[in-house]
């Protein structure tokens, strides 16, 4: 293959470009919506590593597309898609914090934080169908795009309803994480890239092979860093799984190793916010990883990742996809916290 | 033309049905979020006289369209768009109550409503996209499906900024209504479903000539009836655009048209909510009819139904169409308050 492969920062640099430009129109398009088109440009350049977008780039190039404005676009969209899901995210998890400032609804109140949300999500699949692929190749692919946002609202509302809920088990919070984030993040973007190069269902299931894993390992280690992190790495109070009371893996396999007085003590103060003083946070993340649950997720992830690494060998792709998938696969589970 | 021509409730009906059966088939498809789409469906079947849909179903027509199961669907996606914007709009305005029944933020909480409402809103895009279209008309189509979903996140928006203020010209509060309703509920319709039956861009301008004064009667309309309704018309305390202090015509007139102490009293309690006794929601709208800012609101409902009458009586469209298209106009302004 002669096709240009872009480094994940020159791919990030494309596709910062393409949001710039396509938000910059937005402007014209409508001008009453422009402190909210401002407030999704500041986000949007906020940070990040534009996984999503470089996961859809490369399951297009695995499929065979070759590069182009039009994959960069539609990989676009799904970081405008992302600032919708993190923008109400905040809201519902009451965080004050993302990216190390404070969030929109924060910033600018509830409304403003919800309108940014429906503006994001919608400005998102209009930049995915202005990105230039043929109607019949953009709406089979939409498809998957659709049920990813079907998978991540259900993901959320799980969250949301779990969240009061002390009895959760290690499965449950595995299966809301693979809804919230796993698909969203790696495996539906995969699909996406490969659909936009009309690729056979055979090789579309391949990358899910790789994908699925993949994806749950990602949201371990964001549930490691959420807990064990250090601020500069997450843009975010590295404290803030535990003072939000995350239901997720960490916690379940801490709630089912521990016993007694330190059970009781652990499913008591793990998501009382403000009032746990940072030697009581401390405490309960002494706690997740003497009763083994920190042991346990690293596991996990480590198994996971694996068997992604194992699911990308066997895949029918040139050699610059599989260099490409495989970076990136490190990126996403690069376990330095 | 020997197409058959459903009456408003027979459109109503089959509308209803296709919803039915649409979100049916996404419990299977994404079971998580089952509670989320059983609000949705009661929702939908709570109440409204479908004339979003019917607005778009007869711009499919009055195109040259034929009756069909696809353009019931196409349709009947306007009802779930419709879903959201009242669900996300109920938790921005701080509203209890809709179609007689507690809002959902009410009645689940504040994640739930906002998730009910992004899912409503994905829902709304996947109904539409299945409608069974092809490829090339449904994107051509959802250009003005997506702007509409812009303008009225702007219209909210700039609804959301000026609820504080008093200082609001009845030329913005108008700006708004059109944004936030008139558009989104008569001329885009209009317009999609003449796109969907690929008329020609002269056809489009015209069904927009006759839809946009309409949606502005149609918003003047609400904006009476929110101040001078009956409860069982509006499914809603009668007073609640007064106890919530709605920026529309009715509050910029009055407050154009009072001087002195009435001035400052009107503007001082309007939008005190439940700080409001009856006899002070009696006063605020006798201030309001005694200003002469009810007769400012309903000479131009008038004026803007007469403009509308004028546009459909120059369309080239055939006798049904025609006919249906008046007897929607005659709905949507229908003054029986």
Known sequence: MSDFS???????????????RFLDGKFDAVPDAAELIDEIARLVSAGGKRLRPAFCYWGFRAAGGRHGPEIVRAAASLELLHTFAIVHDDIMDGSDERRGEPTVHVRHGLGFGLLAGDLALVLADALFFSAGFPPSISLRAFGAYSLMRLEVIAGQHLDVRHAPSTEISEQEARHIAVLKSGRYSIQKPLVIGALLADAPDELVAGLSAFG??????????????????????????????????????????????????????????????????????????????????????????????????????????????????????????????
Chains 1, 2 share one sequence.
Do not use: C, Y
Not at 6 to 20: G, K, N, Q, Y
Not at 217 to 225: G, I, K, M, S, T
Not at 287 to 303: K, W
């Open 6 to 20: 872009p480094s994940l920062t020159e791919l990030r640099t494309a596709v910062d470009a393409e949001l710039r």
């Open 212 to 337: 699925d894993p993949l994806g749950e390992a990602f949201q371990l280690r964001d549930d490691l860093l959420g807990s064990f992190g250090n601020r500069s790495s997450l843009g975010k109070p590295v404290d803030s799984d535990i003072r939000e009371g995350k239901r997720n893996v960490l916690f379940a396999a801490t709630a089912r190793l521990l016993t007694g007085s330190d059970r009781e003590l652990f499913v008591d103060r793990w998501g009382r916010r403000e009032a746990l003083s940072d030697d009581e946070v401390q405490q309960l993340r002494d706690l997740v990883e003497r009763s083994g649950a920190r042991a346990v997720a690293e596991d996990m992830l480590q198994a996971r990742a694996e068997e992604a690494a194992r699911a990308i060998a066997g895949l029918d792709v040139d050699h610059q996809a599989r260099v490409a998938l495989r970076a990136l696969a490190h990126e996403a589970t690069d376990r330095e916290i």
